[in-house]
């Protein structure tokens, strides 16, 4: 990789329709998948979701596309007083990031698509950035460069690589209790888990899915609850249909769906999205149900993951379920000037009062 590379912004829109093709073929081949940088997602969830105009940021090799991320431009605040650049999120966004071409000499693409970013802004901002990747290790090595990485926050997110191993480390006692509430179930009829993908998940399983996620305690936040979600999910789905890039998991008794999980794919990594379940039958757990069927039939089937990531929060209930944990983090890759400056005062700030709160008998 000789020749200069050559840097392009502009519009979604211009992007989308002059770079569709190229786009896929790096998502599919990226250094570090990610569904929610795939045009099946990006673009269903600009058009329905996200109020602010998105630009796309594009790095390329002659007529080869390396580099690719999306933003939404922030003006000054009193958190951060200098416009920035925010990656690309919505309300159903679980990772961030940008795309960089897999056997590219990475390191030099990274520092060049950053350099470029940090001349449009004082810094460019992620959220739910995923740790333990070739891309988060560029990001720290920019420490040793023009730009700096600045952390705010961090949680460990509960991740899959081994359903064998992740059913064999569940307790007796919760095995046990999976399989009573099982029986329970099939003592009011003829219950059912299958997992499709693609073409093969029936059109009506989307409203379906939209229906029962609105009946549980999500209802006020459901896909279903505004048309924007609707629209989004409906686009979203209809798109990873024709490209493959989805599969669901259902548990259903007799002819009712009990619970569903939708989740995407993207290269050889795996993305949870939503998990529903009818509230009807919550005594028999259908959601961890419908889990721990879908680990049996990766056991017994395969996996055809490198890793599955969970999307959930902290502390969530997939954490018995799911044994592997990755760090995602937030923070802000800054120009090495009055922003950094302007971090490192508030750092200190933050560190004087968390000090000055802390109860005088915990210091003895």
Sequence with gaps: MGRALDFKWCSL????????????????????????????????????????PVQAASLWH????????????????????????????????????????????????????????????????????????????????????????????????????DPAAAIAQLSARRRKRIRRQLRQLEALGTVNFEVCSGEKIPSCMIDEFMRIEALGWKKQSALQSTESGQLFFRGLMACAKRNNSVFVSVLSLDTRIVSM?????????????KVAYDPAYQDYSPGILNEYLALLHFAENG???????????????????????TRMVAGTLLNSGVALRLFQLKTWIKSRFQRQAVPAQALD
């Design 13 to 52: 829109e211009q992007w989308q329709h002059e770079h569709l093709s190229e786009w896929y073929a790096l998502a599919q081949d990226a250094l570090t998948p990610n569904f929610y940088l795939s045009p099946e997602f990006v673009v269903s969830a600009a058009n329905h979701l996200v109020e602010s």
């Design 62 to 161: 002659a007529d080869t596309l390396v580099a690719l991320g999306f933003f939404v431009v922030r003006p000054g605040s009193l958190r951060f007083p200098f416009k920035r650049l925010l990656a690309l999120q919505c309300r159903h966004t679980f990772e961030t990031g940008m795309l960089l071409r897999n056997g590219c000499d990475s390191q030099r693409v990274f520092d060049q698509f950053v350099q470029h970013l940090l001349q449009f802004s004082a810094g460019v901002e992620f959220r739910d950035l995923k740790s333990g990747t070739r891309l988060f290790e560029l990001v720290q090595n920019k420490q040793r460069e023009r730009g700096v990485w600045v952390e705010e926050g961090d949680y460990l997110r509960a991740s899959l690589t």
């Design 261 to 273: 999980a939708i989740n995407f794919v993207s290269g050889h990594d795996a993305f949870a999205f």
């Design 303 to 325: 996996f055809p993951y490198r890793s599955f990531d969970s999307g959930a929060q902290a502390d969530s209930y997939i954490d018995a379920y799911w044994p592997d944990r």
